[in-house]
């Protein structure tokens, strides 16, 4: 079974702190995806990783950078995080661009 | 532009009342429909993928078919424990492996 794991669930932060949110799956796939999901807004594509040190910006880049050293790891960064960040962060990765994406449990990430 | 529209955005059931939910898309050469479930506070749960009219797909009392411009899950016979959202998303042909998501449906089965 394919496992995508988030480091984690929940995360309370500040306004103006950097924050990092971490995915890990282990199943060798080349691509890894970082959305948000908000009521209304559906699911959002940040960023998204073909393979190592590579990362392509999705629909709503703004505010937010990506780490892939590692294939089975991609990081999202909030360089200094603000309210309307606060948000369901959902990561997901698949083998290659046509294959199915299996996601991740989620962070629900506040900011005060 | 690609879109995917989904309805209705909430359904109720009695358990054992079978209905359908909609999807409709608009993309320029379909790469994949992909139908998922999420239980509240969670991940998205894969459940199926379609790549072409015609082609339908069952789990347990699940069934997913699609159309041109369409697919739709079947619940038969639903129980409780199938109370979800379901999320329909499709792929493009624009080879960037992107998934287009709609607003979901947002299913409840009362005993």
């Known amino acids: 079974d394919v496992k995508v794991t988030q480091s984690s669930r929940y995360l309370v932060k500040r306004t103006g702190e950097k924050v990092f949110l971490e995915c890990v799956q282990d199943?060798?796939?080349?691509?890894m995806f970082w959305y948000r999901q908000d009521p209304g807004l559906g699911l959002r594509l940040i960023y998204f990783?073909?393979?190592?040190?590579?990362?392509e910006k999705g629909d709503i880049p703004e505010g937010y950078s990506v780490s892939r050293e590692k294939k089975e790891r991609f990081s999202l960064i909030l360089e200094s995080a603000s309210t309307n960040q606060t948000s369901m962060y959902l990561c997901?990765?698949?083998?290659?661009?046509?294959?199915?994406?299996?996601f991740g449990p989620g962070t629900r990430l506040l900011v005060l | 532009e690609d879109q995917v529209t989904q309805s209705p955005e909430a359904l109720r059931l009695q358990e054992g009342e079978s209905s359908s939910l909609n999807c409709s898309y608009t993309?320029?050469?379909?790469?994949?429909l992909f139908w998922y479930r999420q239980d509240p506070g969670k991940g998205p749960e894969f459940l199926f993928t379609?790549?072409?009219a015609g082609e339908e797909k069952e789990k347990e009392r699940l069934k997913a078919t699609l159309t041109k411009k369409e697919s739709f899950l079947h619940i038969t016979a639903p129980k409780p424990e199938d109370s979800a959202t379901y999320l329909c998303?499709?792929?493009?042909?624009?080879?960037?492996?992107?998934?287009?998501f709609g607003q979901g449906t947002t299913l409840q089965v009362k005993p």
């Open positions: 993309v320029s050469g379909l790469r994949g």
């Open positions: 199943m060798d796939h080349e691509n």
């Open positions: 997901a990765s698949s083998r290659d661009r046509v294959e199915t994406q299996y």
């Open positions: 990783s073909y393979d190592v040190k590579m990362k």
């Open positions: 998303a499709v792929r493009g042909s624009s080879n960037t492996g992107k998934l287009i």
């Open positions: 379609l790549y072409s």
